[in-house]
T-cell receptor
């Protein structure tokens, strides 16, 4: 079965510093990859997606992610974080053989003033 | 353009009761998925509906059932509620296909006493 691992449960970072949130998945078939953000008491909002093509994808709010097939990773990055980026971030994977999204356990990003 | 809407926002039930949660998909979407998000965890896939049929199911017991109506809206029913069913229940809609991003509602917070 597919599994998605977000190694860092909590990431504190100072405002205007860069950040990387890590995501690894286990799958032997072709996958589609997504990052979502969740603010308190809200649903999940799509940040970016990788479907095919260029392995570097850009999303909203200045976030980008790089797909690495050999390392089965899809790490999320932002060169300079803002206070408003404080939220929970989820990596999600779907396989081209199914319809289910598999989510990681999330990374809580806290931006420190 | 209205996004995914869920009702009610909050619900309190006691063990053994039954509950129905409702979801209206984003305009133009024909596929609805339901997820359970326990506190501090990532969303767990319950099932997906397409063309009024359950197309795929996650690892949830038969106490969890659903329905999709001709207008694509959906209901999630949970029977014989257990304390462990306390969670945020998220509805997501999309176009059909594993490469289609899922758009989430703000969820229904279900508390079991």
């Amino acid at each position: 079965a597919q599994s998605v691992t977000q190694l860092d449960s909590q990431v504190p970072v100072f405002e205007e510093a860069p950040v990387e949130l890590r995501c690894n998945y286990s799958s032997s078939v072709s996958v589609y990859l997504f990052w979502y953000v969740q603010y308190p008491n809200q649903g999940l909002q799509l940040l970016l997606k990788y479907l095919s093509g260029s392995t570097l994808v850009k999303g909203i709010n200045g976030f980008e992610a790089e797909f690495n097939k050999s390392q089965t990773s899809f790490h999320l990055r932002k060169p300079s974080v803002h206070i408003s980026d404080t939220a929970e971030y989820f990596c999600a994977v779907s396989e081209n053989t199914g319809n289910q999204f598999y989510f990681g356990t999330g990374t809580s990003l806290t931006v420190i003033p | 353009d209205a996004g995914v809407t869920q009702s009610p926002t909050h619900l309190i039930k006691t063990r053994g009761q039954q509950v129905t949660l409702r979801c209206s998909p984003k305009s133009g979407h024909d596929t609805v998925s339901w997820y359970q998000q326990a506190l501090g965890q990532g969303p767990q896939f319950i099932f997906q509906y397409y063309e009024e049929e359950e197309r795929q199911r996650g690892n949830f017991p038969d106490r969890f059932s659903g329905h999709q109506f001709p207008n694509y809206s959906s209901e999630l029913n949970v029977n014989a509620l257990l304390l462990g069913d306390s969670a945020l229940y998220l509805c997501a809609s999309s176009l059909t296909g594993p490469n289609q991003p899922q758009h989430f509602g703000d969820g229904t917070r279900l508390s079991i006493l």
